[in-house]
């Protein structure tokens, strides 16, 4: 079993930061998945799911180009919680928020690799 539960999402005026957590538990994950790679995901109304960022097991990263320069993706091994540090948010960042552990390893994963995901954590921007 694998649970993901994010927090932290909320509601801020543009240019605000909000921290977001993903907290992640279950024997399978102990197990099997804990050297796999982790992301963040977002979703917009009405529009397609969006890879925000992701980290392997060895800290290396990766982001959309929309995110570059303020957002950082971190985890925190110990813990086994993914963060993902967002600052100067912009309105075009307003989507729900989702945490993922994929099946695999390295940075040059899709959204099919994907198979553990949290319920989400909505954030909202406003100018």
């Known amino acids: 079993q694998v649970q993901l539960v994010e927090s932290g999402g909320g509601s801020v005026q543009a240019g605000g930061s909000l921290r977001l957590s993903c907290a992640i538990s279950?024997?399978?994950?102990?197990?099997?998945?804990?050297?796999?790679?982790m992301a963040w995901f977002r979703q917009a109304p009405g529009k397609e799911r969006e890879g925000v960022s992701v980290i392997t097991s060895d800290g290396r990263t990766s982001y959309a180009d929309s995110v570059k320069g303020r957002f950082t993706i971190s985890k925190d091994n110990a813990k086994n919680t993914l963060y993902l540090q967002m600052n100067s948010l912009e309105p075009g960042d307003t989507a729900t928020y989702s945490c993922a552990v994929a099946y695999v390893m390295g940075l040059t994963v899709e959204p099919v690799d994907f198979g553990y995901w949290g319920q989400g954590t909505q954030v909202t921007v406003s100018s």
């Open positions: 279950g024997r399978t994950y102990s197990r099997y998945l804990s050297a796999n790679s």
